[in-house]
Protein backbone atom coordinates (compact mmCIF):
# COMPACT_ATOMS: atom_id res chain seq x y z
CA UNK A 1 0.00 0.00 0.00
CA UNK A 2 1.14 3.34 -0.91
CA UNK A 3 2.97 5.92 1.99
CA UNK A 4 3.01 9.60 2.30
CA UNK A 5 0.96 12.86 2.23
CA UNK A 6 -0.31 14.87 -1.04
CA UNK A 7 -2.77 11.66 -2.07
CA UNK A 8 -3.87 14.32 -4.52
CA UNK A 9 -0.31 14.64 -6.58
CA UNK A 10 0.72 13.08 -9.40
CA UNK A 11 3.84 11.68 -11.04
CA UNK A 12 4.93 11.79 -14.52
CA UNK A 13 6.64 8.96 -16.19
CA UNK A 14 8.53 9.87 -19.48
CA UNK A 15 9.72 6.51 -21.51
CA UNK A 16 12.04 6.98 -23.97
CA UNK A 17 11.67 4.79 -26.65
CA UNK A 18 13.42 3.81 -30.18
CA UNK A 19 9.97 3.88 -31.57
CA UNK A 20 7.91 6.64 -29.44
CA UNK A 21 7.97 8.44 -26.17
CA UNK A 22 5.44 7.93 -23.82
CA UNK A 23 4.31 9.60 -21.09
CA UNK A 24 2.04 8.84 -18.13
CA UNK A 25 0.37 10.11 -15.15
CA UNK A 26 -0.12 8.14 -12.55
CA UNK A 27 -0.53 7.82 -8.46
CA UNK A 28 0.22 4.88 -6.22
CA UNK A 29 -4.05 4.75 -5.92
CA UNK A 30 -5.54 4.73 -8.96
CA UNK A 31 -2.22 3.64 -11.33
CA UNK A 32 -1.92 5.54 -14.86
CA UNK A 33 -4.70 8.04 -15.22
CA UNK A 34 -3.32 10.05 -18.53
CA UNK A 35 -0.85 9.02 -21.41
CA UNK A 36 0.17 10.31 -24.69
CA UNK A 37 3.10 9.41 -27.25
CA UNK A 38 4.72 10.89 -29.65
CA UNK A 39 6.80 8.74 -32.94
CA UNK A 40 10.18 8.58 -33.42
CA UNK A 41 12.40 7.57 -36.42
CA UNK A 42 15.81 5.36 -36.68
CA UNK A 43 18.22 6.43 -39.01
CA UNK A 44 20.61 4.15 -40.68
CA UNK A 45 23.07 6.06 -42.80
CA UNK A 46 25.21 2.98 -43.59
CA UNK A 47 25.78 -1.12 -43.45
CA UNK A 48 24.97 -1.99 -39.55
CA UNK A 49 23.88 1.51 -38.22
CA UNK A 50 21.37 2.93 -36.55
CA UNK A 51 21.01 6.05 -35.14
CA UNK A 52 18.69 8.75 -33.85
CA UNK A 53 18.86 12.51 -33.40
CA UNK A 54 18.84 13.38 -29.85
CA UNK A 55 17.23 16.74 -30.30
CA UNK A 56 14.45 14.51 -31.75
CA UNK A 57 13.70 13.14 -28.86
CA UNK A 58 12.99 15.93 -26.76
CA UNK A 59 10.86 17.48 -29.53
CA UNK A 60 8.77 14.41 -28.94
CA UNK A 61 9.08 15.20 -25.01
CA UNK A 62 7.59 18.80 -25.78
CA UNK A 63 4.51 16.83 -27.56
CA UNK A 64 3.68 14.59 -25.35
CA UNK A 65 3.57 17.08 -22.75
CA UNK A 66 1.81 19.52 -24.59
CA UNK A 67 -0.91 16.37 -25.23
CA UNK A 68 -1.40 15.95 -21.77
CA UNK A 69 -1.60 19.90 -20.55
CA UNK A 70 -3.97 20.03 -23.22
CA UNK A 71 -6.03 16.65 -23.08
CA UNK A 72 -5.57 15.80 -18.52
CA UNK A 73 -5.19 19.80 -17.51
CA UNK A 74 -6.14 18.66 -13.75
CA UNK A 75 -3.43 15.89 -13.52
CA UNK A 76 -0.84 17.77 -15.35
CA UNK A 77 -1.36 20.86 -12.83
CA UNK A 78 -0.78 18.06 -10.37
CA UNK A 79 2.30 16.50 -11.25
CA UNK A 80 4.83 16.59 -7.80
CA UNK A 81 7.82 14.33 -9.80
CA UNK A 82 9.25 13.50 -12.72
CA UNK A 83 10.49 9.89 -13.22
CA UNK A 84 12.43 9.00 -16.32
CA UNK A 85 13.26 5.31 -18.57
CA UNK A 86 14.43 5.13 -21.72
CA UNK A 87 15.92 2.48 -24.32
CA UNK A 88 19.12 1.27 -22.79
CA UNK A 89 22.68 0.85 -24.72
CA UNK A 90 22.48 3.89 -26.80
CA UNK A 91 25.80 6.78 -26.67
CA UNK A 92 25.01 10.27 -26.50
CA UNK A 93 28.16 11.79 -27.05
CA UNK A 94 28.84 15.19 -25.78
CA UNK A 95 31.54 18.15 -25.85
CA UNK A 96 33.30 20.43 -23.39
CA UNK A 97 30.25 22.77 -23.95
CA UNK A 98 27.56 20.09 -23.25
CA UNK A 99 26.38 19.88 -27.44
CA UNK A 100 25.84 16.90 -28.84
CA UNK A 101 28.53 15.62 -31.19
CA UNK A 102 26.89 13.30 -33.45
CA UNK A 103 23.82 11.16 -33.38
CA UNK A 104 23.62 8.88 -30.98
CA UNK A 105 24.25 4.94 -31.89
CA UNK A 106 21.30 2.71 -30.64
CA UNK A 107 21.36 -0.53 -28.65
CA UNK A 108 20.75 -2.30 -31.95
CA UNK A 109 23.72 -0.57 -34.20
CA UNK A 110 26.22 -3.86 -35.05
CA UNK A 111 29.05 -1.63 -36.66
CA UNK A 112 31.32 -2.35 -33.50
CA UNK A 113 31.47 -6.40 -33.69
CA UNK A 114 35.47 -6.38 -34.65
CA UNK A 115 35.85 -4.89 -31.29
CA UNK A 116 33.65 -7.09 -29.75
CA UNK A 117 36.42 -9.21 -30.97
CA UNK A 118 38.94 -7.46 -29.46
CA UNK A 119 37.43 -6.68 -25.91
CA UNK A 120 37.11 -11.03 -25.35
CA UNK A 121 40.74 -11.27 -26.44
CA UNK A 122 42.20 -8.66 -24.19
CA UNK A 123 39.60 -9.30 -21.28
CA UNK A 124 38.96 -13.24 -21.11
CA UNK A 125 36.68 -13.01 -17.99
CA UNK A 126 34.73 -9.86 -19.68
CA UNK A 127 31.51 -11.40 -19.41
CA UNK A 128 31.72 -12.20 -15.42
CA UNK A 129 32.74 -8.96 -15.02
CA UNK A 130 30.39 -7.13 -17.32
CA UNK A 131 27.23 -9.68 -16.92
CA UNK A 132 27.35 -10.32 -20.35
CA UNK A 133 29.68 -11.02 -23.37
CA UNK A 134 31.32 -8.30 -25.66
CA UNK A 135 27.91 -7.11 -27.93
CA UNK A 136 28.13 -4.44 -30.96
CA UNK A 137 25.15 -2.59 -29.46
CA UNK A 138 26.96 -1.21 -26.12
CA UNK A 139 28.76 2.03 -25.41
CA UNK A 140 32.13 0.39 -24.55
CA UNK A 141 32.70 -1.01 -27.96
CA UNK A 142 30.89 1.47 -29.96
CA UNK A 143 33.83 3.94 -28.95
CA UNK A 144 36.42 2.21 -29.66
CA UNK A 145 34.57 2.01 -33.40
CA UNK A 146 34.14 5.65 -33.31
CA UNK A 147 37.86 6.05 -32.17
CA UNK A 148 38.79 4.18 -35.70
CA UNK A 149 35.64 5.17 -38.16
CA UNK A 150 35.52 9.12 -36.89
CA UNK A 151 38.70 9.92 -34.93
CA UNK A 152 37.53 13.67 -35.21
CA UNK A 153 34.37 12.98 -33.44
CA UNK A 154 35.68 11.00 -30.75
CA UNK A 155 38.82 13.62 -30.07
CA UNK A 156 35.63 15.90 -29.14
CA UNK A 157 34.37 13.32 -26.40
CA UNK A 158 34.21 14.85 -23.21
CA UNK A 159 31.17 13.16 -21.52
CA UNK A 160 29.00 9.94 -22.63
CA UNK A 161 25.68 9.98 -21.63
CA UNK A 162 22.98 6.92 -21.97
CA UNK A 163 19.27 8.29 -23.69
CA UNK A 164 17.57 8.76 -20.86
CA UNK A 165 20.26 10.45 -18.70
CA UNK A 166 20.77 13.33 -21.61
CA UNK A 167 16.85 13.94 -21.27
CA UNK A 168 17.73 14.50 -17.53
CA UNK A 169 20.51 16.78 -18.25
CA UNK A 170 17.83 18.58 -20.22
CA UNK A 171 15.37 18.59 -17.54
CA UNK A 172 17.39 19.00 -14.26
CA UNK A 173 21.55 19.70 -15.56
CA UNK A 174 23.00 17.17 -13.93
CA UNK A 175 25.25 14.01 -15.54
CA UNK A 176 23.44 11.28 -13.46
CA UNK A 177 22.70 7.86 -14.74
CA UNK A 178 21.52 4.86 -12.41
CA UNK A 179 22.75 1.25 -11.66
CA UNK A 180 20.26 -0.39 -14.27
CA UNK A 181 21.34 1.79 -17.31
CA UNK A 182 24.66 2.08 -16.40
CA UNK A 183 24.49 -1.96 -16.27
CA UNK A 184 23.90 -2.32 -19.83
CA UNK A 185 27.21 0.01 -21.22
CA UNK A 186 29.99 -3.29 -20.91
CA UNK A 187 31.86 -0.51 -18.43
CA UNK A 188 29.86 -1.49 -15.03
CA UNK A 189 30.88 -3.51 -12.59
CA UNK A 190 27.61 -5.91 -11.95
CA UNK A 191 28.44 -7.12 -8.85
CA UNK A 192 29.95 -3.88 -7.15
CA UNK A 193 27.29 -1.63 -9.15
CA UNK A 194 30.16 1.05 -10.09
CA UNK A 195 32.23 2.01 -13.19
CA UNK A 196 35.44 -0.54 -13.59
CA UNK A 197 38.51 0.31 -14.31
CA UNK A 198 39.51 -2.28 -15.94
CA UNK A 199 36.88 -2.20 -18.50
CA UNK A 200 37.64 1.57 -19.05
CA UNK A 201 40.78 0.99 -19.82
CA UNK A 202 40.36 -2.11 -22.09
CA UNK A 203 37.74 0.15 -24.14
CA UNK A 204 39.75 3.66 -23.88
CA UNK A 205 37.12 5.48 -21.79
CA UNK A 206 38.01 8.43 -19.55
CA UNK A 207 36.32 8.25 -16.02
CA UNK A 208 35.20 11.85 -16.32
CA UNK A 209 33.46 10.98 -19.39
CA UNK A 210 30.88 8.90 -17.34
CA UNK A 211 27.69 10.32 -15.34
CA UNK A 212 27.43 10.26 -11.56
CA UNK A 213 25.61 7.24 -10.47
CA UNK A 214 22.47 7.55 -8.14
CA UNK A 215 19.77 4.70 -7.08
CA UNK A 216 16.78 5.18 -9.18
CA UNK A 217 14.27 6.09 -7.30
CA UNK A 218 17.09 9.32 -5.98
CA UNK A 219 16.26 12.64 -7.08
CA UNK A 220 18.92 13.47 -9.89
CA UNK A 221 17.77 17.15 -10.17
CA UNK A 222 15.18 19.25 -10.04
CA UNK A 223 13.20 20.64 -13.29
CA UNK A 224 15.14 23.66 -14.72
CA UNK A 225 14.00 26.87 -15.32
CA UNK A 226 14.04 26.75 -19.34
CA UNK A 227 12.74 23.30 -19.03
CA UNK A 228 9.94 24.31 -17.37
CA UNK A 229 8.58 27.13 -19.82
CA UNK A 230 8.54 24.15 -22.37
CA UNK A 231 7.20 21.84 -21.06
CA UNK A 232 4.64 23.93 -19.15
CA UNK A 233 5.30 22.72 -15.63
CA UNK A 234 6.47 24.37 -12.49
CA UNK A 235 10.33 24.89 -12.39
CA UNK A 236 11.73 22.81 -9.22
CA UNK A 237 9.86 19.78 -9.40
CA UNK A 238 11.84 16.59 -8.04
CA UNK A 239 13.43 14.60 -11.21
CA UNK A 240 14.00 10.62 -10.28
CA UNK A 241 17.32 9.27 -11.70
CA UNK A 242 14.87 6.51 -13.54
CA UNK A 243 15.76 3.20 -15.10
CA UNK A 244 17.18 1.50 -18.41
CA UNK A 245 13.29 0.57 -20.17
CA UNK A 246 13.92 -2.70 -19.39
CA UNK A 247 14.19 -2.59 -15.32
CA UNK A 248 11.48 0.16 -15.46
CA UNK A 249 9.47 -2.02 -16.98
CA UNK A 250 9.68 -4.49 -14.56
CA UNK A 251 9.11 -1.71 -11.75
CA UNK A 252 6.03 -1.07 -13.43
CA UNK A 253 4.47 -4.82 -13.49
CA UNK A 254 5.94 -5.25 -9.37
CA UNK A 255 8.64 -7.72 -11.06
CA UNK A 256 11.02 -6.98 -8.29
CA UNK A 257 11.70 -10.40 -6.22
CA UNK A 258 13.04 -13.58 -6.23
CA UNK A 259 10.04 -15.72 -8.22
CA UNK A 260 8.87 -13.20 -10.46
CA UNK A 261 9.11 -12.77 -13.86
CA UNK A 262 8.18 -10.49 -17.41
CA UNK A 263 8.43 -10.87 -20.48
CA UNK A 264 8.79 -7.42 -22.59
CA UNK A 265 8.04 -7.41 -26.12
CA UNK A 266 8.46 -3.98 -27.93
CA UNK A 267 10.60 -2.76 -30.69
CA UNK A 268 13.20 -5.76 -28.54
CA UNK A 269 12.71 -8.47 -26.25
CA UNK A 270 13.35 -9.75 -23.31
CA UNK A 271 12.59 -12.06 -20.73
CA UNK A 272 13.66 -11.32 -17.38
CA UNK A 273 13.90 -13.39 -14.06
CA UNK A 274 15.32 -11.44 -10.59
CA UNK A 275 17.77 -12.56 -8.73
CA UNK A 276 19.04 -11.66 -5.25
CA UNK A 277 22.69 -11.81 -6.37
CA UNK A 278 24.88 -11.41 -9.47
CA UNK A 279 24.94 -14.50 -11.25
CA UNK A 280 26.50 -13.98 -15.02
CA UNK A 281 26.21 -16.90 -17.57
CA UNK A 282 27.99 -14.97 -20.52
CA UNK A 283 28.65 -18.39 -22.30
CA UNK A 284 24.32 -18.36 -22.73
CA UNK A 285 24.07 -15.37 -24.16
CA UNK A 286 22.68 -14.53 -20.97
CA UNK A 287 22.49 -10.60 -19.31
CA UNK A 288 23.15 -10.76 -15.64
CA UNK A 289 22.33 -6.85 -14.80
CA UNK A 290 21.97 -5.07 -11.48
CA UNK A 291 18.05 -4.27 -11.33
CA UNK A 292 16.74 -0.63 -10.52
CA UNK A 293 15.91 -1.66 -6.83
CA UNK A 294 18.55 -2.00 -4.12
CA UNK A 295 20.50 -5.49 -3.60
CA UNK A 296 18.34 -7.08 -6.67
CA UNK A 297 19.86 -8.23 -9.98
CA UNK A 298 18.14 -9.78 -12.76
CA UNK A 299 18.68 -12.44 -15.16
CA UNK A 300 17.76 -11.98 -18.75
CA UNK A 301 17.49 -13.55 -22.30
CA UNK A 302 17.19 -10.34 -24.79
CA UNK A 303 16.55 -9.84 -28.55
CA UNK A 304 17.02 -7.26 -29.96
CA UNK A 305 13.95 -8.42 -32.40
CA UNK A 306 10.77 -7.71 -30.79
CA UNK A 307 7.36 -7.21 -32.22
CA UNK A 308 9.29 -4.77 -34.51
CA UNK A 309 9.52 -7.43 -37.16
CA UNK A 310 5.58 -7.15 -37.13
CA UNK A 311 5.72 -3.36 -37.58
CA UNK A 312 8.18 -3.75 -40.40
CA UNK A 313 6.39 -6.21 -42.62
CA UNK A 314 3.25 -4.34 -41.66
CA UNK A 315 5.54 -1.65 -43.55
CA UNK A 316 5.89 -3.44 -46.48
CA UNK A 317 2.77 -4.58 -47.19
CA UNK A 318 1.07 -1.02 -46.65
CA UNK A 319 -1.49 -1.93 -44.11
CA UNK A 320 -2.37 -1.69 -40.52
CA UNK A 321 -0.49 -3.91 -38.35
CA UNK A 322 -3.97 -4.81 -36.97
CA UNK A 323 -5.80 -6.00 -40.00
CA UNK A 324 -2.48 -7.94 -41.04
CA UNK A 325 -2.95 -9.78 -37.26
CA UNK A 326 -6.44 -10.64 -38.34
CA UNK A 327 -6.06 -11.97 -41.80
CA UNK A 328 -2.89 -13.54 -39.79
CA UNK A 329 -5.08 -15.57 -36.87
CA UNK A 330 -7.19 -16.77 -40.34
CA UNK A 331 -4.35 -18.36 -41.95
CA UNK A 332 -3.77 -21.91 -42.11
CA UNK A 333 -0.61 -22.27 -42.79
CA UNK A 334 2.88 -19.70 -43.12
CA UNK A 335 6.16 -19.78 -44.78
CA UNK A 336 9.27 -19.82 -42.31
CA UNK A 337 10.88 -16.80 -41.60
CA UNK A 338 13.38 -15.60 -40.10
CA UNK A 339 13.12 -12.26 -38.05
CA UNK A 340 16.27 -11.29 -37.34
CA UNK A 341 16.64 -7.52 -38.92
CA UNK A 342 19.27 -6.58 -37.06
CA UNK A 343 21.15 -9.21 -35.54
CA UNK A 344 20.22 -11.00 -32.42
CA UNK A 345 21.54 -11.68 -28.64
CA UNK A 346 20.41 -14.31 -26.78
CA UNK A 347 21.19 -17.33 -27.61
CA UNK A 348 22.90 -16.45 -30.69
CA UNK A 349 25.14 -13.71 -30.15
CA UNK A 350 25.34 -12.97 -33.97
CA UNK A 351 25.43 -9.23 -35.29
CA UNK A 352 24.92 -10.44 -38.52
CA UNK A 353 22.33 -12.63 -38.76
CA UNK A 354 19.42 -10.86 -40.83
CA UNK A 355 15.96 -11.86 -41.82
CA UNK A 356 14.51 -14.06 -44.52
CA UNK A 357 11.09 -15.92 -46.05
CA UNK A 358 11.30 -19.62 -46.67
CA UNK A 359 8.59 -22.25 -48.58
CA UNK A 360 6.32 -19.40 -49.92
CA UNK A 361 4.43 -19.91 -53.49
CA UNK A 362 2.56 -18.05 -56.15
CA UNK A 363 -0.48 -18.99 -53.53
CA UNK A 364 1.11 -17.16 -50.45
CA UNK A 365 -1.08 -14.36 -49.08
CA UNK A 366 0.13 -11.25 -47.03
CA UNK A 367 -1.86 -13.02 -43.95
CA UNK A 368 0.25 -16.01 -44.46
CA UNK A 369 3.37 -14.09 -44.49
CA UNK A 370 2.28 -12.11 -41.45
CA UNK A 371 1.80 -15.22 -39.45
CA UNK A 372 5.11 -16.62 -40.67
CA UNK A 373 6.22 -13.15 -38.91
CA UNK A 374 4.39 -13.71 -35.62
CA UNK A 375 5.52 -17.16 -36.04
CA UNK A 376 9.06 -16.09 -36.17
CA UNK A 377 9.32 -13.93 -33.03
CA UNK A 378 7.48 -16.93 -30.85
CA UNK A 379 10.00 -19.12 -32.08
CA UNK A 380 12.91 -16.02 -30.82
CA UNK A 381 11.19 -16.16 -27.56
CA UNK A 382 11.51 -19.71 -27.41
CA UNK A 383 14.98 -19.94 -28.36
CA UNK A 384 15.96 -17.59 -25.82
CA UNK A 385 13.55 -19.45 -22.71
CA UNK A 386 15.25 -22.35 -23.72
CA UNK A 387 19.04 -20.50 -23.06
CA UNK A 388 17.77 -18.74 -19.73
CA UNK A 389 16.02 -21.82 -17.92
CA UNK A 390 16.85 -23.59 -15.17
CA UNK A 391 14.04 -25.26 -14.75
CA UNK A 392 10.16 -24.35 -15.10
CA UNK A 393 9.52 -20.82 -15.81
CA UNK A 394 7.67 -19.31 -13.89
CA UNK A 395 4.33 -17.42 -14.93
CA UNK A 396 5.06 -14.44 -16.77
CA UNK A 397 3.78 -10.81 -16.52
CA UNK A 398 3.63 -8.84 -20.45
CA UNK A 399 4.84 -5.32 -20.94
CA UNK A 400 5.56 -3.91 -24.29
CA UNK A 401 2.99 -2.70 -27.00
CA UNK A 402 3.46 -6.32 -29.27
CA UNK A 403 1.37 -8.02 -26.12
CA UNK A 404 -1.32 -6.15 -27.44
CA UNK A 405 -1.52 -9.01 -29.85
CA UNK A 406 -3.60 -11.95 -28.66
CA UNK A 407 -2.03 -14.31 -31.44
CA UNK A 408 1.25 -13.74 -30.49
CA UNK A 409 1.29 -14.03 -26.62
CA UNK A 410 -0.84 -17.16 -26.85
CA UNK A 411 1.44 -18.88 -29.83
CA UNK A 412 4.54 -17.70 -26.94
CA UNK A 413 2.70 -19.00 -24.51
CA UNK A 414 2.31 -22.41 -25.94
CA UNK A 415 5.61 -22.88 -26.91
CA UNK A 416 7.34 -21.12 -23.56
CA UNK A 417 4.60 -24.12 -21.73
CA UNK A 418 3.80 -21.27 -19.40
CA UNK A 419 0.78 -19.06 -18.36
CA UNK A 420 1.22 -14.91 -19.65
CA UNK A 421 -0.78 -12.51 -17.74
CA UNK A 422 -1.38 -9.20 -19.73
CA UNK A 423 -2.15 -6.59 -17.64
CA UNK A 424 -4.22 -3.11 -18.85
CA UNK A 425 -2.43 0.03 -19.87
CA UNK A 426 1.00 -2.19 -19.87
CA UNK A 427 1.50 -1.05 -23.29
CA UNK A 428 3.62 1.51 -21.46
CA UNK A 429 4.68 -0.13 -18.65
CA UNK A 430 8.45 1.54 -18.96
CA UNK A 431 6.21 4.71 -18.61
CA UNK A 432 4.18 3.89 -15.16
CA UNK A 433 7.58 1.88 -13.72
CA UNK A 434 9.33 5.25 -13.71
CA UNK A 435 6.18 7.30 -12.82
CA UNK A 436 6.48 4.93 -9.71
CA UNK A 437 10.16 5.24 -8.78
CA UNK A 438 9.49 8.68 -9.01
CA UNK A 439 6.86 8.49 -6.10
CA UNK A 440 9.42 6.84 -4.31
CA UNK A 441 11.91 9.31 -4.54
CA UNK A 442 9.53 12.05 -3.36
CA UNK A 443 7.89 9.56 -0.11
CA UNK A 444 4.75 8.44 -2.17
CA UNK A 445 5.94 5.08 -2.47
CA UNK A 446 8.11 2.67 -0.20
CA UNK A 447 10.57 0.92 -2.05
CA UNK A 448 8.52 -2.26 -0.62
CA UNK A 449 5.31 -0.74 -2.40
CA UNK A 450 7.30 -1.63 -5.76
CA UNK A 451 6.45 -5.41 -5.18
CA UNK A 452 2.46 -4.70 -5.75
CA UNK A 453 1.56 -6.17 -9.10
CA UNK A 454 -0.89 -4.97 -11.84
CA UNK A 455 -4.43 -6.62 -11.47
CA UNK A 456 -4.30 -9.19 -15.13
CA UNK A 457 -6.58 -8.32 -17.54
CA UNK A 458 -6.38 -11.55 -19.64
CA UNK A 459 -4.30 -14.36 -18.91
CA UNK A 460 -2.79 -16.76 -21.83
CA UNK A 461 -1.95 -20.30 -20.92
CA UNK A 462 -0.72 -22.78 -22.12
CA UNK A 463 -2.15 -25.85 -24.78
CA UNK A 464 -0.22 -28.92 -24.80
CA UNK A 465 -2.10 -30.05 -28.22
CA UNK A 466 -0.94 -26.25 -29.46
CA UNK A 467 2.77 -26.70 -28.39
CA UNK A 468 3.03 -30.07 -29.79
CA UNK A 469 2.12 -29.20 -33.06
CA UNK A 470 3.81 -26.04 -33.07
CA UNK A 471 7.41 -27.69 -32.08
CA UNK A 472 7.80 -29.33 -35.23
CA UNK A 473 7.50 -25.99 -37.35
CA UNK A 474 10.31 -24.73 -34.46
CA UNK A 475 13.23 -27.86 -35.40
CA UNK A 476 12.53 -25.98 -38.77
CA UNK A 477 13.01 -22.86 -38.02
CA UNK A 478 15.95 -23.86 -36.21
CA UNK A 479 17.34 -25.87 -39.13
CA UNK A 480 16.97 -22.77 -41.21
CA UNK A 481 18.92 -20.19 -38.65
CA UNK A 482 21.74 -23.02 -39.17
CA UNK A 483 21.72 -23.06 -42.89
CA UNK A 484 21.45 -19.91 -43.37
CA UNK A 485 23.90 -18.21 -40.66
CA UNK A 486 27.31 -19.31 -42.17
CA UNK A 487 25.81 -16.91 -45.18
CA UNK A 488 25.47 -13.90 -43.13
CA UNK A 489 28.71 -14.37 -41.43
CA UNK A 490 30.17 -14.75 -44.59
CA UNK A 491 28.79 -11.29 -46.20
CA UNK A 492 29.35 -9.48 -42.28
CA UNK A 493 33.45 -9.95 -43.20
CA UNK A 494 32.85 -7.96 -46.09
CA UNK A 495 30.62 -5.19 -44.62
CA UNK A 496 32.99 -2.21 -44.27
CA UNK A 497 33.44 -0.36 -41.11
CA UNK A 498 32.20 2.95 -42.23
CA UNK A 499 30.85 4.13 -45.51
CA UNK A 500 27.72 5.66 -46.28
CA UNK A 501 24.86 4.21 -47.56
CA UNK A 502 22.25 5.07 -50.48
CA UNK A 503 20.84 8.72 -49.88
CA UNK A 504 17.99 9.51 -47.70
CA UNK A 505 17.88 5.49 -46.45
CA UNK A 506 16.25 5.22 -43.02
CA UNK A 507 14.06 2.73 -41.26
CA UNK A 508 10.98 4.21 -40.12
CA UNK A 509 10.84 3.23 -36.46
CA UNK A 510 7.27 4.69 -35.94
CA UNK A 511 4.58 1.79 -35.06
CA UNK A 512 1.21 2.80 -36.10
CA UNK A 513 -1.80 3.34 -33.42
CA UNK A 514 -3.10 -0.43 -33.36
CA UNK A 515 0.87 -1.60 -33.57
CA UNK A 516 3.63 -2.62 -31.09
CA UNK A 517 6.07 -0.10 -29.43
CA UNK A 518 9.35 -0.11 -28.32
Known amino acids: MARGKGSGSMQLGLDLGTSAVKAVI ?22 YACEQAPEDWWRAVRQVSARLAREAPEAWRAISAIGLSGQMHGAVLL ?28 LPGIGALAGVPPLPGFPAPKLMWLA ?7 ARIARMLMPKDWLGLRLHGQA ?10 LLFDQARRDWSAPLMQAAGVARDWLPRILGSAEIAGRLRPDAAAELGLPAGLPVAAGAGDTAAGAVGLGVVGRGDGMISVGTSGQILLPTRRFRPDPDRMIHAFAHAVPEMWYRMAALLNGARPMAWFAGVAGARIGTLLDEAA ?10 YLTGERTPHGDPHLRGAFWG ?15 EAVAFSFADAAEALAEGPLPSLLATGGGTRSDLLMQMIADLLGVEIARADDMASGPAYGAARLAAVAVGRMTPGDLAAKPAALHRFAPRAAVSRALAGKLDRFRALHAALAPLAAEEGGRVPQSGAAPAGLHLAAAATAEGPGG
Open 360 to 374: MGYATSRGEMMRGVV
Open 176 to 185: VTDPSDAAGT
Open 330 to 339: AARDAPLCLP
Open 148 to 154: EAEPAAH
Open 95 to 122: DASGAVIRPAILWNDGRAFRECATLARD
Open 26 to 47: ATPERGVVARADAPLQVQTPGP
